[in-house]
């Protein structure tokens, strides 16, 4: 078994008297690509931000590569090494593709301009984004958008990228072009966590699905497992929705 590169151990998230996360446990080892699935407020999105520190955590532990990244580990460095792909892409309206992928790797690993924009042109090619180099984000589309953002995290040499519903503020037809970027990724041993409504990409791309109700890890195994044999009723009426089209 490969090693362990982030183990969540009983984490707990509070909003006041609310608790969106009630006790969540599951490790990710590297190059495994990990869907999680579940309703809207079920507590994916919160979970994924907690594993970035974008969120903190009421209770329990993250653990990267057995440091805990609360109380062990410089917050900057570390998000360098687990990068986050945004639903609403969180790109800098003032800069091009180009300057998006550059300002991570200069302001936070300290590249110098010629190595960051060697990178930068590097993944933005791998994405397809390479006739778009110069343009805004105002000038791009939706799908196009988020394959900047994509590159951006990759130049920044992740060890491991979240993905928060990276499709879901796209139109349908943009949602292919990002999904396939995605996959090569999977399919090239990136290590991934990605919350998503995609249930193609869940079953066809994922090795585990962890599917999440009212903030807790309600099942979790192989897509073959999850949707070819749910065991919980919850997991079964979920999956019906989709199984079914």
Request: net charge neutral; with cysteine.
């Amino acid at each position: 078994m490969s090693e362990n590169i982030i183990e969540i151990k009983h984490l707990k998230k509070d909003f006041g008297n609310n608790t969106v996360l009630k006790d969540i446990n599951f490790s990710i080892s590297k190059g495994e690509t990990i869907s999680v699935i579940g309703s809207s407020g079920s507590g994916k999105s919160t979970m994924l931000r907690c594993v970035n520190l974008l969120e903190t955590p009421t209770g329990g532990e993250i653990l990267f590569h057995g440091q805990n990244i609360q109380t062990e580990l410089d917050i900057s460095k570390y998000r360098a090494k687990v990068g986050m792909v945004f639903q609403s892409f969180n790109l800098f309206d003032n800069l091009n593709a180009l300057g998006n992928c550059m300002i991570g790797q200069t302001s936070v690993l300290g590249r110098d301009k010629k190595t960051a924009e060697k990178k930068a042109m590097e993944y933005l090619e791998k994405v397809g984004m390479t006739p778009y180099i110069n343009a805004k984000p105002r000038q791009l589309s939706g799908g196009q958008k988020q394959r900047v953002a994509i590159a951006r995290t990759l130049a920044m040499d992740p060890e491991v990228i979240l993905f928060d519903e990276p499709t879901s503020a796209l139109d349908p037809e943009m949602v292919g072009e990002v999904l396939s970027v995605m996959k090569r990724l999977s399919e090239s041993g990136m290590t991934m966590i990605v919350v998503t409504h995609e249930m193609a990409f869940a079953r066809d791309v994922s090795d585990r699905v962890i599917f999440m109700s009212d903030g807790l890890i309600c099942e979790q195994g192989t897509p073959e497992e999850v949707f070819g044999s749910p065991k919980r009723e919850e997991t079964k009426s979920f999956l019906s929705r989709f199984l079914n089209q």
